[in-house]
DNA sequence: AGGGCAATGTTCAGATCCGGTAAGGACTCG
DNA sequence: CGAGTCCTTACCGGATCTGAACATTGCCCT
């Protein structure tokens, strides 16, 4: 559960698919599925509804709409979102799927499909749509060094400088203690040396910040730890 | 719809395609139609020669290749390329699909297919990988590198030059903590130093024009940061 | 088990750093 | 010459850091 995530659906971070499909006993089973693996979904039955819907990170998109045609909705979300567009239908001529991709979509999956291929295919093409989604995930604490936000049982912390840094080292290597000199020589002087008290500070305000009991440990004469499995008892 | 985006091949910039095929009688066709579509083809016929080859924009992959595993390649292929990875080969079962997906392929075609949606592929894939983005939407907020225009809310934005390029900075990646050192030397002179209150100045402007609260967030101690969901309160 | 000692936790106030803002002057370009 | 742009300086309020003093904990030795 520790360590580097990159594009799995998470609580914090629910990767939202818009399942556009009038046949409700495709629609059903998807929704159910996708669910189960953690993803948000939200189904639709026409292409206006999916053009009205909110922001989503992937649209799987039937081709066989009541209303719009299927390819001009698949353009038109292009026009306004970067979502990736994954079209699903039943016909499956080769050019029918040269006009979706070259209109727009992402990927051309030809029913009937399995599950496993489908929830592979939205992984493949999210590693494309968002490259840089790679958080440190530790329990219920995330860490994102490219925004520098945390947070804790879904809710964002205010940390200052020293305290991220510190947090950041701590959290990219879960469960290895790490000692007082790196911390001081990572996040402060590429040589520190004298009194080091004022780590024990930031420490302090870190672990009241988080309020994650057992979360950092002291490893005594030696510095502090990262404890992956630590309670968040709120 | 903003432009259909071309990632046709160019005689510029020519899309460079490796085929990794040991059978010659499907590797032949593949690399003459290819060329003809003005790709640069480069053909081999084995993973070791694969991983060997020169930068590639696109590989083709068989997976029933003579020495390394094919997904094999696939992974070392990811380690050190941006390159696309499609999976061509003869084996269907759902299960191969997902392992080559997982394994970093960004699709999956079973032989036997036609070249119009092999290309049709790669068009896709290759719209993902280099993004050919002719401007950037965040929220309400457009901004076009292009003609160096900036629209909130619809309307036009009138922005100093100095004021486009710290936007363009923040906008190139959105949400993304950016430092002061980084907006200085990207902005102002490749090796800064001295002095930074010119960038506060620069960005009080940009706060002020623009009009959006919360959109451009200061990271204390750090440096700023273009907030993806901001409200464009009119 | 208990005492000694060093390491760590806690608290807090002063020092320092940081960012927002305003004003003035230099510079460019038409 | 005038408008617009850019840079510098200065000041202020607030956030943050730090060192010190004191309290507590954990280790080790007798």
Redesign the interface.
């Known amino acids: 559960m520790s360590g580097v995530i990159s594009n799995a659906p998470s609580a914090e971070q629910p990767v939202r698919v818009l399942v556009v499909e009038d046949d409700e006993g495709i629609a059903w089973p998807l929704r159910r599925g996708l669910s189960r693996s953690g993803y948000e979904v939200q189904t639709v039955a026409s292409g206006r509804e999916a053009l009205e819907a909110g922001p989503a990170d992937v649209v799987l998109l039937d081709l066989g709409l009541p209303d719009v045609d299927g390819l001009e909705v698949c353009?038109?979300l292009?026009?306004?979102s970067?979502a990736a567009v994954i079209v699903v239908t039943a016909r499956g001529e080769?050019?029918d799927?040269?006009a979706a991709?070259?209109d727009?979509?992402?990927?051309y999956l030809v029913k009937p499909f399995?599950l496993?291929?489908l929830?592979?295919?939205i992984?493949?093409?999210l590693?494309?749509?968002h490259p840089?989604r790679t958080h440190y995930v530790v329990g219920r604490l995330t860490v994102d060094p490219?925004?520098?936000r945390v947070t804790v049982r879904g809710e964002e912390v205010a940390l200052?400088?020293k305290e991220f840094d510190i947090l950041e080292c701590l959290v990219a290597d879960p469960g290895r203690a790490i000692s007082r000199h790196e911390l001081l020589t990572r996040v402060w002087d590429e040589n520190w040396y004298g009194p080091t008290r004022v780590l024990d500070v930031h420490i302090a305000a870190l672990r009241r910040k988080l309020a994650v009991d057992g979360l950092i440990e002291t490893v005594y004469g030696h510095g502090f730890r990262l404890v992956p499995g630590a309670e968040a008892g709120d």
Chains 1, 2 share one sequence.
């Open positions: 353009r038109r292009r026009a306004y970067d080769e050019g799927r040269v991709l070259d727009g979509a992402d990927d399995g496993a291929e929830e592979a295919r992984r493949a093409v590693r494309r749509v840089g490219r925004t520098r200052t400088p």
